[in-house]
């Protein structure tokens, strides 16, 4: 009877866990914690933070062929999921801010800065080109373009990357105000913008279809990503297909959200994240972060001069994705300079466009180093 005991007991996970498989356990409760208690990114970073947990019970294997994570691990490795959490975007988003005022697709372009530099960055710290690129995509704050082109070109990456994607969308109020003082005037972010003009509904059914034609033909490799934002976009505009566009804001990005956050949680054992690459890759993420928030803002100065004072600099950090977050910080700083001063609509704009701008960029560095 004894022997039986024993040898049940050396089968259980707390006589085969290992030190390194301890401490992914630990950070996983921190981030629990994170997303519990301080309300950061709590939709994404409870089922990645859970699935980090599962992929680290000892003997359990859950990741390994035929167990049950590997089977729903499939939608991101097939490239599934973050074109249905697009869809879904696409259909909670009001394009009009972005129609009203066309130039926010510059400002959406140039908070890509960061993308490619931190892409420049990585490859002179020593990681291949598909890393360096998976890395850079960080930049974005777009956790699903971010997770849908490092499954693509370095699947090894994929729970360090995501992790470091989400984690600095939900302190986007935290990194940004910072950098938006330090590189306008309090001049600048005083600035009162006009009222965007009315936006028709036949401008908002177009909109999407001619986006996805001028897009896809020009990367190809996005037509995914583009596609799936403006169809949902579609579903919400066009007003005949409302039960359509309520479960694509709904039942079908919350199942997503379950599914591609539990098991990109779980490529997060302890062989793969417990590395020196993994502080790299957060180190040239925040980089990635930083120069796209401040990229946005330097070309927002630059259209603040163009125009005469007529507009906020402070909109141009809403060009990093992070849709509707970043915006609200726009709107939030610009109160603080000047109560009563709303741009949130202006901001809007660009954080729409670099949703768009971010899954053109992935489109890019996947037809470069995809093949």
Same mark, same amino acid.
């Given at each position: 009877?004894?022997? /039986? ?20 356990? &630990? ?23 859970? #699935? ?13 062929? #035929? ?7 499939? %939608? ?11 869809? %879904?975007? %696409? ?23 960061? !993308? ?15 890393? $360096?690129?998976?890395? =850079? ?21 994929? =729970? ?44 908002? &059914? &177009? ?7 001028? $897009? ?15 169809? =949902? ?9 409302? /039960? ?15 599914? !591609? ?13 417990? /590395? ?9 993420g925040l980089a990635a972060f930083c120069v796209g928030t401040a990229g946005g803002v330097l070309f ?8 005469? =004072? ?25 109160q603080e300079e000047k109560p009563g001063n709303f741009i949130l609509m202006h901001a809007m704009g ?5 949703? &768009?701008?971010? $899954? ?12």
């Amino acid at each position: 009877m004894l022997e /039986r005991i024993l040898d049940f007991f050396q089968h259980t996970g707390y006589a085969n866990i290992s030190f390194e498989q301890f401490i992914m356990i &630990i950070i996983a409760c921190f981030l629990m914690y994170l997303a519990i208690v301080k309300k950061y990114e709590p939709l994404l970073l409870v089922p990645i933070s859970f #699935g980090m947990l599962l992929a680290n019970i000892p003997v359990a294997n859950l990741m390994t062929e #035929g167990k049950f994570l590997y089977w729903i691990y499939q %939608g991101v490795k097939l490239n599934i999921y973050p074109p249905l959490i697009f869809l %879904g975007v %696409g259909a909670m988003t009001d394009f009009g801010p972005l129609i009203a005022n066309p130039r926010s697709l510059l400002l959406g372009a140039a908070a890509q800065l960061g !993308i490619f530099t931190s892409f420049i960055g990585a490859s002179f710290l020593g990681f291949t080109f598909k890393e $360096a690129a998976s890395i =850079g995509i960080i930049g974005g704050a777009d956790g699903p373009t971010a997770i849908f082109l490092t499954s693509q070109l370095a699947p090894h990456l994929l =729970g360090a990357v995501a992790i470091a994607a989400y984690s600095y969308m939900a302190l986007v109020p935290i990194i940004q105000p910072p950098i938006m003082r330090a590189l306008t005037t309090k001049k600048e972010r005083q600035v009162t913008m006009e009222q965007l003009r009315p936006v028709s509904k036949t401008e908002k &059914i &177009i909109f999407p279809v001619i986006v996805t034609i001028l $897009a896809s033909f020009l990367v190809p490799d996005a037509a995914a990503l583009i596609g799936c934002l403006m169809l =949902g976009n579609l579903f919400r505009e066009c007003g005949v297909v409302d /039960r359509l566009s309520k479960t694509a804001q709904n039942e079908l990005i919350n199942i997503v959200t379950i599914l !591609i956050g539990t098991t990109v949680g779980a490529t997060a054992s302890a062989e793969n994240f417990l /590395r020196w690459e993994t502080i790299k890759i957060v180190i040239l993420g925040l980089a990635a972060f930083c120069v796209g928030t401040a990229g946005g803002v330097l070309f927002g100065k630059i259209m603040y001069v163009l125009s005469k =004072g007529k507009v906020n600099p402070l909109i141009g950090s809403a060009g990093v994705s992070a849709v509707p977050m970043a915006a609200r910080v726009s709107q939030v700083v610009a109160q603080e300079e000047k109560p009563g001063n709303f741009i949130l609509m202006h901001a809007m704009g660009p954080n729409v466009a670099g949703v &768009i701008g971010s $899954a053109i960029a992935a489109g890019v560095l996947l037809s470069l180093y995809g093949g």
